[in-house]
């Protein structure tokens, strides 16, 4: 009886203990190992970072040649210090992956579409129908391209491996305890890092900036609407304000280029429910004025990239110095080199050139059994891909790929298609064989702008404009990727492709891009707008331009003079919205005031007296924003409801349009009996924004809508994790030059001035330089950021140099 | 000091029945503390070594040695106060807000929650560790 008793209570302890030890998915959420991941002796308690927490002052590493230095400056910042440059990168892997591993690898996972090895399938299979796009976008097929282009390069070649073994070193001293937080919430343990991890995350920056187009969109278009509501709806080029460079007539080459292609349009409309692109609310700004504008007479340089916001941040601020190296700024955790920052001579920032970098081709298939296709009158193989998930929980799962010539068809009868069993083959830049690292290696150390240009000479994607400073003096602006030599209409809609000669027959070279150097205005600048002047003898096109930032920089750049810095960060947080400077007298001459309700008549009150900044507090930027959000929805209500893919004009055409055309059919509101033109569509816009307005202040119990608190804007955790993230109340919006919408903004602001003495850095963005939730530095920016203060950022010329802004130095000593 | 009715029973060197019980419910007491002090200083050894599944070792060791009427308590408790105390340690020493973001990320509405939890299940686990320690003697 008593040995019973034994054998009962042993089996509960055990089962416990069991039960306790795994991970379990309950109802579709999973709940980590609960007592391994509760104990306090090494769950996720030990990644709670105490009041005076410092790393490690020394480190005994495996792989050093020489000992290197790390200083961390009191934002907990690494300035590290090295002999030599294979000791520079494995000690700039060993240190990100100390502060950011969990992001580094997820990251690349979810470039690889692998995230669904560590979730699961997720609800209604989320998880690996992302997974599943990624790979039939190429993606880890355009990385392993670029991987087989580094390998003739020795200096690229060394920056990954070095990198990459660094990363390893650290993975190998992890134990349960010391992991990060997310491993054991999520209970998995890192893989060891590789080159090809690099790879992947540069593709996903790629995917993220340069893998945007409308071609389905437009091709569907051409065929509902025809040539002239295309030409109405969806210009190339709307032709307002200055292009990012205007040298008209100082192109001194010719394109050669035959002047037609043949668009293949489809029988039946597209429908594909496509992959996202590029989000057109997401830009850039950078722009560099000549030392003739400043007050110091030295340039200065400032840039700010605006992204997806998340935690942990996209960027980890790094300092490196070797013999031949001292750069200092922001790094993407997963590429070695600084990718936006200075070095003790020259500035550079980065903003998205938006070019069309995508074409789709028809493919004319044999059979159903779509194993051969037409090519130049031949039938081809197809090449079946298997692509192998090894979903978390569930028997792999297998996915069938095609590649063509031209690339892979994502979308078939098995993923996302609902008519197009013809096929449509994916032509993306980024599957080229081509890897940006090299041109980091040398920007990083370049002196002048000789440098600068060479260095460019050896980027490809994601195509940029590159703002640049010297100490020297030089201002200059570059708008540097590969591009495809296009004919004209080329890469608008979708091709044929059944002929190869309607793929790109060329690139336009190194020397022919768009650039300037020193222009007489004194000063460059780019936001995301038409590249360059009528005269270039190039065809460009885009899903979009920006019309409106690039306006206010271009105005305020050029009335200032003697230029201090905080200038510039009043420029880089300006809230003043030109677009409703524009558009919002128009609107509200339209409105019909006689039949106003109370709240219509105080929003239209705060309208006619506001200002038109988008300050945290302004009650009427919400009622702008809100009006513009709902007009945009019922205006082009005839795009959205449909299956077929259709995509909104822009904002700047829209009000064009509304100016312009006020009985364009599209104005017809579809699910109304009447029939609306600009006027009845802008009234009953204006009544949806106030009540839904109304609605807002009474679900917050507030009386006031004021714009940063009815934005929310939020900065979300990687794995959308709610607790994991922040609020955050800032101004601004899309289209402003502080560009902060809801969940997108400036993701680093950067101000560099490029003084004789000695390069000065300002900076800031939105998060922290710890990846570990439990510490401090997870988001100790937020504030200064959202706040539009900046930190002065240290760049030493050695250890000692950090003085009281010191934090701790850590000693990584070789080990033998 | 004594009433007269304690200094007779104190000469007289005789318990008292009802004494007697109360002695050994005293008894009983301090082995009930003595298991709990053992088994938290010995189990906070162990798991700075150990998996956390050592939690389950002291608590049989200390069932089975100083076998009381209220093994699973002491298991219990000794489990629950170690979690709490090196949880609390950690947690109060820093501006780091992780345990309310882990209580969220629960459904919990506090943290004070998420340690209630937290001593349960290893209160669970020292209890029946030690329960089964005790069952083993015969």
């Known amino acids: 009886m008593r040995g019973l008793k034994f054998i009962i209570s042993l089996s509960i302890t055990l089962g416990l203990i069991y039960l306790l030890d795994n991970r379990w998915v309950v109802g579709e959420k999973p709940i980590p190992p609960i007592g391994r991941f509760l104990d306090p002796f090494n769950g996720f308690w030990r990644n709670i970072e105490a009041n005076d927490f410092m790393g490690p002052s020394t480190l005994d590493i495996k792989g050093l040649k020489e000992n290197v230095t790390v200083v961390y400056d009191s934002l907990s910042i690494p300035h590290i210090f090295a002999d030599n440059d294979m000791d520079l990168y494995f000690a700039q892997g060993y240190i990100t992956a100390m502060h950011r591993l969990w992001q580094m690898e997820f990251q690349t996972h979810a470039a690889a579409g692998r995230v669904s090895e560590i979730t699961g399938a997720g609800a209604n299979d989320m998880f690996l129908e992302y997974d599943r796009g990624q790979r039939r976008l190429g993606m880890v097929f355009a990385a392993q391209n670029s991987m087989a282009s580094l390998a003739g390069d020795q200096n690229a070649l060394l920056i990954v491996e070095k990198y990459s073994e660094g990363i390893n070193a650290f993975i190998k001293t992890l134990q349960y305890k010391t992991l990060p937080f997310e491993y054991k919430l999520l209970d998995y343990r890192p893989e060891p890092w590789s080159p090809l991890k690099c790879a992947l995350l540069q593709k996903s920056m790629e995917q993220t900036l340069c893998m945007g187009d409308k071609d389905m969109e437009m091709t569907n278009a051409l065929k509902l609407f025809g040539w002239d509501v295309v030409e109405l709806l969806y210009p190339d080029h709307e032709s307002v304000g200055d292009p990012i460079v205007e040298k008209i007539n100082a192109w001194n080459f010719s394109n050669n280029i035959p002047d037609t292609i043949p668009i293949a349009l489809p029988e039946e409309l597209l429908a594909v429910r496509k992959l996202p692109g590029i989000d057109p609310t997401i830009g850039s700004n950078n722009w560099a004025v000549s030392g003739t504008k400043t007050a110091s007479g030295s340039p200065i340089l400032c840039g700010d990239p605006h992204l997806s916001l998340s935690l942990p941040s996209i960027w980890f601020a790094i300092q490196l110095k070797a013999p031949g190296i001292n750069t200092m700024g922001v790094s993407l955790p997963g590429a070695p080199g600084v990718i936006i920052g200075c070095t003790d001579s020259i500035a550079w920032s980065i903003t998205n050139a938006q070019r069309d970098l995508v074409d789709w081709f028809a493919i004319t298939f044999q059979d159903h059994s779509r194993t051969k296709y037409l090519l130049d009158s031949q039938w081809v193989d197809t090449k079946k891909v298997i692509e192998r998930f090894k979903v978390r929980g569930k028997p792999v799962f297998e996915d069938t790929l095609l590649y063509t010539y031209w690339g892979p068809i994502p979308y078939d009868e098995n993923y996302h298609a609902t008519n197009n069993l013809k096929g449509y083959a994916f032509r993306w830049i980024s599957h080229d064989p081509f890897g940006s690292a090299i041109a980091f290696y040398k920007l990083n150390r370049a002196q002048n702008y000789a440098d600068f240009m060479e260095a460019l000479n050896y980027f490809d994607a994601p195509a940029s404009n590159f703002a640049f400073a010297s100490a020297a003096g030089d201002i200059a602006m570059r708008v540097q990727g590969k591009y495809p030599m296009r004919r004209p209409m080329e890469g608008k809609f979708v091709l044929d492709g059944s002929k190869s000669a309607n793929g790109w027959f060329g690139f336009i070279p190194n020397d022919q891009n768009i650039n300037d150097k020193n222009p007489a205005r004194g000063f460059v600048s780019s936001a995301n707008q038409y590249p360059v002047d009528d005269t270039y003898p190039y065809y460009i096109t885009a899903t979009s331009f920006e019309a409106y930032r690039n306006r206010r920089i271009n105005k305020i750049l050029g009335g200032l003079n003697n230029i201090q810095p905080a200038d510039m960060m009043k420029l880089q947080n300006d809230n003043y919205n030109l677009k409703a400077e524009e558009s919002l007298p128009f609107f509200l001459n339209q409105l019909d005031t006689t039949a106003f309700s109370q709240p219509e008549k105080e929003a239209f009150q705060l309208l006619s007296s506001w200002d038109y900044f988008n300050t945290k507090d302004a009650e009427a930027a919400s009622y702008y924003e809100a009006w513009w959000d709902n007009l945009m929805a019922l205006i082009w209500d005839e795009l959205d409801g449909k299956d077929i893919n259709l995509i909104r004009p822009t904002t700047f055409n829209t009000i064009k349009l509304l100016q312009d055309k006020p009985n364009l059919s599209f104005f017809d509101i579809q699910s109304t009996p009447e029939k609306e033109d600009a006027r009845s569509v802008i009234q009953k816009g204006f009544s949806i924004a106030v009540s839904s307005i109304a609605g807002w202040k009474e679900e917050h119990a507030n009386v006031k809508a004021g714009w940063a608190d009815y934005k929310d804007g939020y900065i979300g955790h990687l794995m959308r994790l709610e607790p994991l993230g922040i609020h955050v109340k800032t101004g601004g919006n899309h289209d402003i030059i502080n560009a902060n919408s809801r969940t997108k903004g400036p993701s680093w602001r950067m101000i560099v001035s490029l003084e004789k003495t000695g390069v000065k850095m300002w900076g800031v963005y939105p998060g922290g330089q710890s990846g570990n939730p439990g510490s401090t530095h997870y988001t100790d920016m937020v504030d200064h950021w959202a706040n539009g203060e900046y930190y002065p950022l240290l760049f030493l010329h050695k250890p000692e140099d950090a003085r009281e802004r010191q934090f701790y130095t850590t000693q990584l000593k070789r080990q033998r | ?138």
């Open chain 2, 1 to 138: 000091m004594y009433t007269n009715e304690q200094e007779r029973w104190l000469e007289s060197g005789q318990p008292k029945y009802g004494d007697a019980q109360q002695a050994k419910k005293n008894q009983m007491f301090m082995k009930f503390i003595i298991q709990i002090v053992a088994i938290t200083f010995s189990a906070h050894l162990l798991a700075l070594f150990l998996p956390w599944y050592c939690i389950a070792i002291t608590p049989f060791a200390f069932g089975y040695l100083l076998k009381s009427n209220t093994d699973f308590l002491a298991g219990f408790c000794s489990i629950a106060i170690l979690w709490i105390f090196n949880a609390w340690l950690l947690d109060s020493d820093t501006s780091s807000d992780l345990s309310v973001r882990v209580a969220n990320l629960f459904s919990l509405p506090s943290k004070s929650l998420l340690y209630v939890i937290m001593a349960v299940i290893g209160g669970l686990v020292g209890g029946f560790a030690a329960l089964s320690g005790a069952l083993l003697r015969k």
